[in-house]
Every structure is written in C-alpha cells, then in structure tokens.
C-alpha cells in the first residue's frame, strides 16, 4: 500500500486499535492474524526488539515477510533497535506499510524520516517515556506518525505510565492537525479514554486483546471508549 493510501485508511478509520502482535501466539501466527483479520482489525504492531536497544529479543523481517501476502492489514513496523537506517530497506522489503524508530537510536532522525517518506511508507518517530517532547519537536513537521511510550520499551504487559497523556495533548497542541499520534503501552478500556482526549488517533494494544478469548469484542470495546472520548474536529 502507498504511504498516501495508508495515511488516508489510517485517518479515515480513526480511531484505530492496532493489536501489538509481541503478545500473540507465536506458535500459531499465520492463525492469528486470519483470527484479527475476522475480528475486524486494521492495523497489526509488529514490535521489533533487537537486545542492545532494549533488553530482549523478539523477531525481525523474515518473520514479518511470509505474513503479508496473508492480510490487507496495515503492517506498522516499530523498530526497537540501534542503528535502524541500516535495516530500513529490510522492513520495506518485508511490506511493511509504516516504519516507526526512535528518536533515542539516532542522532538526527530527520535524513531517515525523509528515506522513509521517499521510499513510499509512512515516516513515524517514537519517544520513551523519559524523552521530553522537545527532543522530537524539530524532527514533528517530518514526521506522518509520532509514537508516544506509555511503558518502558521492550516488554509487554506493563502498566500504564500516566505521564503520557500530557505528552501526547502537548504534540497535538503543537503540531498539524493531520499527524498521526499513536499511544503504545498499557492501553485498555481504562487508559483508552485519556488518550484519546489528549489526541490520540491510533492505540497499540497487546495483552487487552489478546488475552481475551473474543478479539473481536477487546478490539470493538476499545474502539468505543476512543470514539467517545476524542475530541471533536476542528472546523
């Protein structure tokens, strides 16, 4: 899919629930992503841990690739790792549709937004939640995405870090009306409504969906509370 494309299904769905496949059943993941395709899922979050940026391993391209072929999903690569520019071209490769990284790996993410951005795939920039907005605030007209930590990066299942919600109300005070803002980390029915408040358009869940028996019913649920809580466009 285009990166215009992508941003128009992206935007045009808002707000979007995009189960963090970190949590799924790897045993059975070609299972999984029909099970999210039937449970009306748009986007899947692969998370890519690389041990040196965080401190665990998950999975990489080769495992993203033979799924593509499988779903008309959205696949929005978050890449957990150093030095990102040189695994970019194997994630675009893979077909992935957005490719976020952090502001915490390199020097200056602009030069890599802008790859990102000619290589037809949408641009995302993620901050930590120790990073302040003011780390990411030059590198925001560069970005169609930017990806807020609501939990220290690299495992799944933690709590909420309720710091976020005020970093994510600054980027959207801040920035154009078009950017996409995602919340990643501790997203349930309880933090969704915060979030989506402050801004937020795009919500990562992991362990709410997938430790449920009815994906369909997490997802449909979550998608309900942002729904309420999101604020009205803007004439």
Known sequence: ???????????????????????????????EVSTLDDAGSQVLHWDVMDGHFVPNLSYGALTIAPLRHRTQQIFDAHLMISEPERYLD???EAGCDCITFHIEAVPDPIP???KIQQADCVAGL??????????????????DLVLVMSVEPGFGGQSFIPSAVEKIKRIRQTSDESLLISVDGGISPETIGPCAEAGANLFVAGSTIFETNDYRQAIEEMHNIAEHHRPPLSC
């Open 1 to 31: 899919m285009s990166r215009q494309a992508s941003l128009h299904k992206l935007s045009s769905a808002a707000p979007v629930i995009a189960p963090s496949m970190l949590k799924c059943d790897f045993g059975d993941l070609a299972s």
């Open 90 to 92: 194997s994630f675009l």
């Open 112 to 114: 890599l937004l802008e």
């Open 126 to 143: 993620a901050l930590n939640p120790g990073t302040p907005v003011e780390k990411i605030e030059q590198a925001i007209p560069y970005c």
